[in-house]
């Protein structure tokens, strides 16, 4: 599989942006997908997952009630819709596919990464 990531861009804190993860292959609704981001400094960290079907979603409490993770598999595309963003949020969010959406050693297939920058 691979995974192309799109959307990322500067906004304002309290603004809205939505990444896209473009996948190639017909196998793309056999994996759980997920969106990592890093910040400058930092390790990747998870921040939202959803199972192969779409049924069950998983996010990080710093995510938690702004952002939402969802997928078309007729389109092989994921997406992540953040919402009241702040400038924590600052980072390179990468896609990523693997087994299971509760567990982020499972995935083994990353897209680039897309810059997302908040300003205050």
């Known amino acids: 599989v691979q995974l192309q990531a799109s959307g990322g861009g500067w906004v304002q804190a309290g603004g809205s942006l939505r990444l896209s993860c473009a996948a190639s292959g017909r196998t793309f609704n056999t994996y759980a997908m997920a969106w990592f981001r890093q910040a400058p400094g930092k390790e990747r960290a998870f921040v939202a997952a959803i199972s192969w079907s779409g049924g069950s979603t998983y996010y990080a409490d710093s995510v938690k009630g702004r952002f939402t993770i969802s997928r078309d598999n007729a389109k092989n595309t994921m997406y992540l819709q953040m919402n009241n963003l702040k400038p924590e949020d600052t980072a390179v969010y990468y896609c990523?596919?693997?087994?299971?959406?509760?567990?982020?050693?499972?995935?083994?297939?990353w897209g680039q990464g897309t810059q997302v920058t908040v300003s205050s």
């Open positions: 990523a596919a693997g087994d299971s959406p509760t567990t982020s050693e499972s995935f083994y297939y």
